[in-house]
């Protein structure tokens, strides 16, 4: 694998997420219904950023879980016969909530289907809303995100990789080419 590019540095990943959180507190009138649900890995800390900026920017705690799509995946059988699960947390009665799915980058639309088939297994919320840091194209399901940090047309042989300070121990996004 070899790296093409620096697609964001920390700062402008910070700048993007920032807004991202500025765009959910003016879509939904305000931060008081709304819910952050990370989806395993890098979504996870993804909503906790959100939270904190929009409890800043708004001064509204909203309430963030987590999610986790391993058993909801439709290539299950692709990846291990016994898939590991890091179990769900949703800390509100989602009926009651706008629920915005995190996601680090939004590809073939797959993944976020498991990740609203999950969240329907818990109930139905108000409504469910979409941020992804990048969006790189090449949908196979009929998906589109309602929050973007940034859109980057790649070829089905790059791979983007988001690095974030709480799991990979840095912060940024780079191309690479298979």
Request: proline residues 4%; negative net charge; glycine residues 8%.
């Amino acid at each position: 694998m070899k790296r093409k590019a620096t697609v964001m540095e920390e700062s402008q990943l910070e700048r993007s997420l920032a807004r991202i959180a500025h765009e959910i507190i003016e879509k939904n009138n305000g931060a008081s219904n709304v819910c952050l649900l990370g989806i395993k890995r890098r979504g996870i800390p993804m909503a906790a950023i959100l939270h904190d900026n929009i409890l800043k920017f708004e001064g509204v705690d909203v309430p963030v879980g987590h999610i986790d799509i391993s058993l909801y995946r439709d290539d299950l059988s692709e990846i291990s016969d016994l898939p590991k699960t890091g179990g769900c947390l949703i800390p509100v009665n989602i009926s009651d909530y706008t629920l915005v799915l995190v996601d680090d980058v939004l590809f073939t639309g797959r993944t976020v289907r498991a990740a609203i088939e999950a969240v329907f297994a818990h109930g139905r919320p108000k409504a469910i809303q979409l941020a992804v840091l990048i969006d790189r194209g090449h949908r196979e399901l009929p998906i589109r995100p309602d929050y973007v940090g940034k859109n980057i047309p790649t070829a089905r042989n790059e791979l983007v990789a988001v690095k974030l300070k709480e799991i990979d121990g840095d912060t940024g996004v780079d191309l690479y080419e298979l």
